[in-house]
């Protein structure tokens, strides 16, 4: 393996570029060349890569986002654009190639492995924490401890006006960061896909703590359930207190990575080059049980992600 292509796609995701700096890096200390792709599939596509040294990711480990850029690529899904990625690979003597992303990305990665035997390895980058291989993906603790932040500071407003606050947070079709941010910052409430809304519970919930001398309330609501305003408006329909939405956005994409997220960036990017450097591809790395694994990219990418309902049920108990 002497020279190997590198690119984010999809969504960014902190710890991005710390996982760039660690491939880039663990690249060079093997004596392969390194050549970053500029907007993911679609700079595959267009040729648009640049060779990248030591000191070309220097001072980069604490910037979220990805300095190599990224974006989704519909043409990627279409033999004509995969054809065209091969022939750009090809073309520049790629051996190998890395691709930071999520669940799109890595069937991307799937393609050009499956059908085009091109060695990849997929390193999991989405704060959506989406993917069932793997028990954490990258820039999922950043995108929580971002939310964090603003739900502390939401409780402060709406206990001084004794209200309920309905904050969305993202997650496409899976509720983690609802679930874990919900019980790290005291939510009494979280909704998610995976568990149908019970209103009647909600609202006994609800009831339940101001009789108890609660002042305000906060409900997490994932974004694959419905929109932030939407249940607002449900719910105000239905209770005599004052209920405000907030929706937390794209903020939680970005900001310097959390010391977790950084230490997974470094493990994930140093282990996709070893396996690249001992003639290993077809592949994606991951973290399950403190251990950093590897597994067939095809049978990551087939896996169904469950629902932990064992901290929803944690949740459900101390929530009070």
Known sequence: MKRIGLLTSGGDAPGMNACIRAVVRTALYFGMDV???????????DDDMIPMQMRSVSN????GGTMLMTARCLEMLT??????AVKTLKNRKIDGLVVIGGDGSFRGAK????????????????????????????GFDTAVNTCLDVIN??????????????????GRHCGDIALYAGIASGAEIIIVPEVPIDMEDIIMRINRSRVDGKRSNIILLAEGVCTADEFSKRLQSVTAYSVRSTVIGHIQRGGS???ADRML?????????RLLNDGIGDRVVGIRKNEIIDMDIIEAVSMKKKFNYELYQTLQMISM
């Open 79 to 84: 033999k004509d654009g995969q054809e065209k």
């Open 265 to 273: 960036a470094a493990q994930f990017g140093n282990k996709a080059v």
């Open 60 to 63: 980069i480990v604490q910037r």
């Open 153 to 170: 500071k939401l409780r402060d407003t709406m206990t001084s006006h004794e209200r309920i606050s309905v904050v969305e947070v993202m």
């Open 35 to 45: 050549y970053g792709i500029q907007r993911g599939y679609q700079g595959l596509i």
């Open 111 to 138: 393609c050009l492995s499956e059908d085009y035997g091109i060695p990849t390895i997929g390193i999991p980058g989405t704060i959506d924490n989406d993917l069932a291989y793997t028990d954490y993906t990258l």
């Open 257 to 259: 990575p959390t010391m």
